[in-house]
């Protein structure tokens, strides 16, 4: 069996890439840096070190190697012959692959009696499947489109498992390391595929599919964010420094339990099971060993403030079922405030309207507007809990 991984990065090896390899497949990385390359090809495997609260352990994920991103003769040979085939590059690099992977689905169609094709979508972006099929559908012929719609599953998944940017220290005699948390569990869209569903370790296919891509954003990356900007406002670098803060911890805590009642409400599902999965981040935000940076969590609010995605998103979810919710609101308050990002430079009312698009018509306007107000006047975690409560 053959899986194509499109994306040899954090995701793409330390999650995706091991799951297809443990299933049995062979796996084939498509990426862009040659020293990636060279060394998938040259070894043939590389090592995952499980990260735990003070010990590890690490496995070799084998039968590995590297097609070059560049080389779109290789990559369409190798999107022909896959069995299965991933995505895990990032929302902002995936328009540059959609010929790519056009190429590939017209020379497998070469073939008249070829498989279909799932395409299991790893990117933090809503209607990724969407996105994807139709920038692809535009470099097809009307022949070419109908056979898309037919024998090409776009299926979105969920990536729980947290993977830091890898520092030389962890990489250590290997640079192909990739050091992970232990969560391994892969939500995947049932509905979304065509033919028999690929036998893939620890996969989880579940329909209707949309309530584990708002749970993943809207309670697990908005609270690792606002752990983040909380954590920048405390001036720690790491991310279980802010989380080792109790009052931070509340917060953030407060913030995801905000969300996890309104999108209970949305779905229909128990509270408690949302609950349980807060107080289990909560728990795993802690991981010192990962070494998550503030810096790095917090990067781009341009994107993370944008009105569908995690804080901003989940402030709109809570306000749909009847909640303005105060700690979210902290939170985008807090991210307003990140000195890491140029974008935090400008007025908060500019930052209000043109990125999260918000106006003094929607009730948290004035509520964010306070709150990052406190911050600016250096208010501490603590004090600004104590002020939410009294109010």
């Not at 443990?22 to 040259?42: A, R």
């Not at 080792?244 to 949305?266: C, H, N, Q, T, W």
């Not at 909640?323 to 902290?330: D, E, F, G, N």
């Amino acid at each position: 069996m053959k899986a194509v991984m499109y994306g040899a990065g954090n995701i793409g090896r330390g999650f995706i890439g091991q799951l297809l390899s443990e299933s049995g497949y062979e796996v084939y990385f498509i990426d862009v840096k040659p020293e990636v390359i060279e060394q998938l090809n040259t070894q043939h495997e590389y090592p995952v070190r499980i990260l735990y609260k003070d010990t590890y352990e690490e496995t070799m994920v084998k039968n590995v190697s590297c097609v070059d991103g560049t080389k779109v003769e290789d990559i369409a040979e190798a999107i022909a012959t896959a069995d299965v085939m991933c995505t895990a590059i990032g929302v902002n690099v995936l328009k540059f692959i959609f010929g790519n992977i056009a190429a590939g689905l017209k020379k497998r169609w070469e073939n008249p009696d070829a498989k279909p094709l799932n395409i299991i979508i790893c990117e933090n972006l809503i209607g990724a499947d969407s996105y994807i099929k139709e920038n692809v559908a535009k470099l097809l012929n009307d022949e070419e489109k109908k056979l898309l719609d037919e024998k090409v599953g776009f299926v979105e998944a969920s990536i729980g498992r947290m993977v830091p940017v890898q520092t030389p220290e962890m990489q250590g005699d290997n640079p192909l390391r990739v050091c992970v948390e232990s969560f391994g569990i892969l939500p995947v869209d049932k509905a979304a595929f065509k033919g028999e569903i690929p036998n893939i370790k620890n996969m989880v296919p579940f329909t209707p599919f949309e309530f584990f891509i708002q749970r993943k954003l809207f309670i697990h990356n908005m609270g690792h964010a606002i752990s983040a900007y909380l954590g920048a406002v405390k001036g720690v670098d790491y991310i279980w420094q802010s989380m080792d803060d109790p009052y931070v911890e509340i917060l953030v805590g407060r913030a995801m339990k905000e969300s996890a009642i309104a999108l209970a409400e949305e779905h229909n599902v128990a509270y408690r099971e949302l609950d349980e999965h807060v107080e289990d981040l909560l728990y795993r935000f802690k991981n010192r060993q990962l070494g998550d940076t503030v810096k790095r969590v917090g990067n781009d609010i341009k994107r993370k403030l944008d009105p569908n995605d995690r804080l901003v998103g989940a402030l709109l979810n809570c306000q749909k079922h009847g909640t303005t919710p105060k700690y979210i609101c902290l939170g985008i308050a807090a991210a307003m405030c990140f000195p890491f990002d140029e974008n935090a430079a400008a007025p908060a009312e500019e930052i209000l309207k043109n990125i999260a698009q918000l106006d003094n018509t929607n009730e948290a306007y004035d509520i964010i507007l306070n709150y990052y107000n406190l911050i600016k006047e250096g208010k501490t975690a603590k004090e600004l809990m104590d002020i939410i409560q009294e109010h």
